[in-house]
């Protein structure tokens, strides 16, 4: 069973505009989330986290949102650049911790036409 | 700055052979973990290591062993390849307080 669930497996957004990805858990022992972003041929790299002790994060132009009620996280890219175009993923620890056991999402296909 | 070095970019292999996906990490992190990333199932994990010579399996551990002699080194062995384990393996490294640091993978074809 999937644990962590992106459901949608693309987006496409205009240069400029806002870029809203989104991530539902369903493991209530989850208490540390992660974003990590995906190039071609390249290996994921940790792009912003959030604790379950939060419920927003921000680092420049991402923002990672929490609702702990509703198992739902979301990560904004404001702007979104042609650069931003990548494989997203969201990863859940239930450790309270970023560097232990992860558990990934499926990945979402961000498209960001200039 | 962290670097995690996947011995191979790509490998073909025979069904039934043994193979070896060999994982280095140059800043002695504790934690190392494999990974396989699958079309439409994101990535999974096969096997981590919290110290040299432990292991734990992730949630994916059927058909794989692993191997780590030396803190910098997590090697992940197919014992027995098969077609449906062709993917993209990655190797990731973690320490206390830094989320996992990842390899650029290894994209392995079992024909």
């Known amino acids: 069973d999937q644990q962590v669930k992106q459901n949608s497996p693309s987006l496409s957004v205009q240069e400029g505009r806002i870029s809203i990805l989104n991530c539902d858990y369903t493991?209530?022992?989850?208490?540390?989330f992660l974003w990590y972003k995906k190039y071609p041929a390249e290996g994921p790299t940790f792009l912003i986290s959030i604790s379950s002790i939060k419920d927003k994060n921000e680092d420049g132009r991402f923002t990672v949102f929490l609702n702990k009620s509703a198992k739902h996280l979301s990560l904004h890219i404001v702007p979104s650049q042609p650069g931003d175009s990548a494989v997203y993923f969201c990863a859940a620890s239930a450790g309270g911790t970023s560097y232990g056991k992860l558990t990934f999402g499926q990945g979402t296909i961000l498209t960001v036409h200039p | 700055d962290v670097k995690v070095t996947q011995s191979s970019r790509y490998l073909v292999k025979r069904t039934g052979e043994k193979v070896f996906l060999e994982c280095v990490q140059d800043?002695?992190?504790?934690?190392m973990f494999w990974y396989r990333q699958d079309p439409g199932l994101g990535l999974r994990l096969i096997y981590f290591?919290?110290?040299?010579?432990?292991?734990e399996k992730g949630d994916i551990p059927e058909g794989y062993s692993v191997s780590r002699e030396k803190k910098e080194r997590f090697s992940l062995i197919l014992e027995s390849a098969s077609t449906n384990q062709t993917s993209m393996y990655l190797c990731a490294s973690s320490s206390t307080h830094q989320p996992q640091h990842f390899g650029d993978g290894t994209r392995l074809s079992i024909l």
């Open positions: 800043m002695d992190h504790e934690n």
């Open positions: 290591s919290y110290d040299v010579k432990m292991k």
């Open positions: 493991n209530s022992m989850f208490d540390y």
